[in-house]
T-cell receptor, first 112, second 115 residues
Framework: GQNIDQPTEMTATEGAIVQINCTYQTSGFNGLFWYQQHAGEAPTFLSYNVLDGLEEKGRFSSFLSRSKGYSYLLLKELQMKDSASYLCAVRVRSGGYNKLIFGAGTRLAVHP | DTGVSQNPRHKITKRGQNVTFRCDPISEHNRLYWYRQTLGQGPEFLTYFQNEAQLEKSRLLSDRFSAERPKGSFSTLEIQRTEQGDSAMYLC?????????????FGPGTRLTVT
C-alpha cells in the first residue's frame, strides 16, 4: 500500500528554524511535493524534489533521500504567518498516470 | 490567469438530497483533479481528468458520486443521496502538461455539510 507519515503538530518560536519530517512507503515514486495550507484555505505549492538532495527557495528548503524514503521541509526565520498545516505529498505513477498521495499534514504553530 | 475557482464555496444540504459542485481550472491546464479533505487529514484523491477524459477514479468514489468534464474545461462533481459521511471539503486542482514540476494548483474548495 501507499503510506506517508509526518508529525501531527509542531510548535516553534518566531525567528527560529523548524524542520518538518516526512517518511513514505510508496510504489511508483515520481517526485515529492510540499504544500502549505492555512486553515480554511486551499493548499499552495511550496517545493518539489525528484532527485536526492536539497532544494532551496528563500526561507524554505526541502530535502529528499529516495533510498531512505525520507524528506524534510526546513523553514528559517519563522514568521507568525507561517502558522499553517504543511502537507507532504508523493506523486506516484500508476496505470500510466501520475497522482498525488498526501500525508495527513503537520500543523505548525509559531508563537512570539 | 485567475486561478482555479470553485462554486459554491459552502453547501448545506439534508441527508438524501443531491448536490453538484463546479470547478473552473486555470484556462490552459488540461489536467483536472478532485480531492476530498476532512478535518485534520490531507486531501484524498477522488478522480482525474485529462482534457474531457476521466482517466482514473478512486475506490473512495462510490456509485453515488459522478464527475464530468464535458468540453475539457470546467468540471462538475455530483453526489446523489448524500449521507452525513459525505461532509467534507471538496477540492479541485489543475495542472499543465508542460513545465518541470507539473505542480497542481488548488481551488478554494467547496465545504459540504450534510445534516
Amino acid at each position: 500500500g501507499q503510506n506517508i507519515d509526518q508529525p501531527t503538530e509542531m510548535t516553534a518560536t518566531e525567528g527560529a528554524i523548524v524542520q518538518i519530517n516526512c517518511t513514505y512507503q510508496t510504489s511508483g515514486f515520481n517526485g515529492l511535493f510540499w504544500y502549505q495550507q492555512h486553515a480554511g484555505e486551499a493548499p499552495t505549492f511550496l517545493s518539489y524534489n525528484v532527485l536526492d538532495g536539497l532544494e532551496e527557495k528563500g526561507r524554505f528548503s526541502s530535502f529528499l533521500s529516495r533510498s531512505k524514503g525520507y524528506s524534510y521541509l526546513l523553514l528559517k526565520e519563522l514568521q507568525m504567518k507561517d502558522s499553517a498545516s504543511y502537507l507532504c505529498a508523493v506523486r506516484v505513477r500508476s496505470g500510466g498516470y501520475n497522482k498525488l498521495i498526501f500525508g495527513a499534514g503537520t500543523r505548525l504553530a509559531v508563537h512570539p | 490567469d485567475t486561478g482555479v475557482s470553485q462554486n459554491p464555496r459552502h453547501k448545506i444540504t439534508k441527508r438524501g438530497q443531491n448536490v453538484t459542485f463546479r470547478c473552473d481550472p486555470i484556462s490552459e491546464h488540461n489536467r483536472l483533479y478532485w480531492y476530498r479533505q476532512t478535518l485534520g487529514q490531507g486531501p484524498e484523491f477522488l478522480t482525474y481528468f485529462q482534457n474531457e477524459a476521466q482517466l482514473e477514479k478512486s475506490r473512495l468514489l462510490s456509485d453515488r458520486f459522478s464527475a464530468e468534464r464535458p468540453k475539457g474545461s470546467f468540471s462538475t462533481l455530483e453526489i446523489q443521496r448524500t449521507e452525513q459521511g459525505d461532509s467534507a471539503m471538496y477540492l479541485c486542482a489543475s495542472s499543465s502538461k508542460t513545465g518541470p514540476t507539473y505542480e497542481q494548483y488548488f481551488g478554494p474548495g467547496t465545504r459540504l455539510t450534510v445534516t
